[in-house]
């Protein structure tokens, strides 16, 4: 079992920034990726970035690249996502995840563990 809990959302300013974080514990598969997900109102769960148990493989996609950073501390068990540049459609309730098993994933459905969000609005 694990527990994930993220924190660090909030109200932001259009090109603002914010950094949220993602505290682990638990029993932590070693090698486990840790993902960054979103759902924004109406739309469905989608990935925002990916760090390997090291760190030192990140994947981002299209929306998130060039503005967003994950990086892990793996000793803290905490991971974190820098996002610079913030746009309005970035709005939405930011999960982290992780899984039972070592290597990258990239699907929702591939993580086993969730945390419960933090709300990031972004305003215009």
């Known amino acids: 079992q694990v527990q994930l809990v993220e924190s660090g959302g909030g109200l932001v300013q259009a090109g603002g920034s914010l950094r949220l974080s993602c505290a682990a514990s638990?029993?932590?598969?070693?090698?486990?990726?840790m993902g960054w997900f979103r759902r924004a109102p109406g739309k469905e769960r989608e990935l925002v970035a990916v760090?390997?148990?090291?760190?030192?493989?990140?994947y981002y996609t299209d929306s998130a690249k060039g503005r967003f950073t994950v990086s892990r501390d793996t000793a803290k068990n905490t991971v974190y996502l820098q996002m610079n540049s913030l746009k309005p459609e970035d709005t939405a309730v930011y999960y982290c995840?992780?899984?039972?098993?070592?290597?990258?994933?990239?699907?929702?459905?591939?993580?086993?563990?969730w945390g419960q969000g933090t709300q990031v609005t972004v305003s215009s």
């Open positions: 760090i390997s148990w090291s760190g030192a493989f990140t």
């Open positions: 995840a992780t899984r039972a098993g070592a290597g990258m994933t990239y699907r929702p459905d591939e993580y086993d563990y």
């Open positions: 638990g029993r932590i598969f070693s090698g486990s990726p």
